[in-house]
């Protein structure tokens, strides 16, 4: 299978996307004042935290990482190691980061309306969420399907799109930054968390065991530019998933434990102080 970008060397536009670095400075120039200067304008909001603000410009900028530099380039059409650390970034890191980073009142407007409310609570099924992740992820890494997506730039496009949307509907039960959206109890929530993982790890371990290239689009590289073999390179790919999911899967359940933690010795904080009557105590009054 021939494989665009091997003859002739990139152009600075492949390497460095301008035009999606300057959609995701807009993007972050229009949150900076849609949570500090036009705030006002939106119902119920509340000031937000700078900590608040710097998860989500993070997620911006590990969006461009992933898709606007020259790990995109690379990953598509080199190595196979690259390109499952992209989807990495892609999808297991930077939409907590964004959702982190969102206050619930600059998303309410926008589900606004019985029908938007019921879609929403829909799509945020937990349930579903885990099954649509798992399964766009699963299809996505059968050779066949892959290849046929990189060698079609339409498709592979809009399959990164309901992948992209898949992650983010994934995530929301977890850092969910609408309290009338948030269905799952702290525990619950970290063993949404823990089948997730468990989910994602045929994948990744079908990769990493196999004996053969998998990918006829990455065999089509040319052994000079390649820096392992191509099968250590597929199994370094797989390595990378698993280890970036178990790392940030992690932090999700640490982060769900602690707050839950913290709620619950709040509560017992808050718990009024009742007088202590030694047993007995009533009977010599």
């Known amino acids: ?11 600075f536009a492949a390497l460095w996307s301008p035009g999606f670095l300057l959609l995701l400075i807009v993007v972050g120039v229009l949150y900076t004042l ?18 608040q603000k710097l998860w989500f410009l993070s997620g911006l900028a590990l969006w461009y990482a992933a898709e606007g530099s020259p790990l995109s ?54 349930l579903l969420s885990l099954f649509v992740f798992n399964f766009i992820f699963s299809m996505y890494h059968i050779p066949m399907i ?14 990164k799109i309901f992948f992209l949307l898949a992650a983010f509907q994934m995530w929301f039960p977890v850092f969910c930054p609408l309290p009338e959206y948030n269905t799952l109890s702290e525990l619950k929530r970290m063993a ?25 689009m990455y065999s089509a590289v040319p052994e000079q530019l390649l820096l392992l073999p191509m099968l250590d390179d597929q199994q370094l790919g797989g390595v990378i998933m698993k280890i970036v999911q178990e790392i940030v899967y992690g932090m999700a359940l640490g982060y769900t434990f602690f707050r839950w933690y913290r709620r619950e010795r709040k509560q017992d904080d808050e718990l009024p102080d009742e007088p202590y009557f030694p047993a007995g105590s009533a009977n010599r009054a």
Not at 94 to 106: N, T
Not at 196 to 211: E, V
């Open 192 to 216: 949404y968390i823990f089948v997730n993982g468990i989910l994602l790890t045929p994948a990744c371990a079908l990769i990493i065991f196999a004996n053969d290239p998998m990918y006829a």
């Open 73 to 126: 380039y690379y990953g598509h059409h080199y190595y196979f190691s690259v390109h499952m650390f992209q989807q990495s970034i892609l999808y297991l890191v930077m939409p907590p980061c964004l959702l982190l980073g969102l206050p619930g009142w600059l998303l309410r407007p926008a589900l606004k309306g019985q029908t938007a409310k019921r879609i929403m609570r829909f799509l945020t099924n937990p």
């Open 146 to 159: 892959m290849d046929a997506l990189m060698a079609n730039p339409t498709a592979l496009f809009i399959y």
């Open 1 to 11: 299978m021939s494989h665009g970008g091997h003859e002739t060397g990139p152009t």
């Open 34 to 51: 849609a949570v500090g200067r036009w705030r006002k304008d939106f119902a119920d909001s509340e000031p937000v935290e700078l900590k």
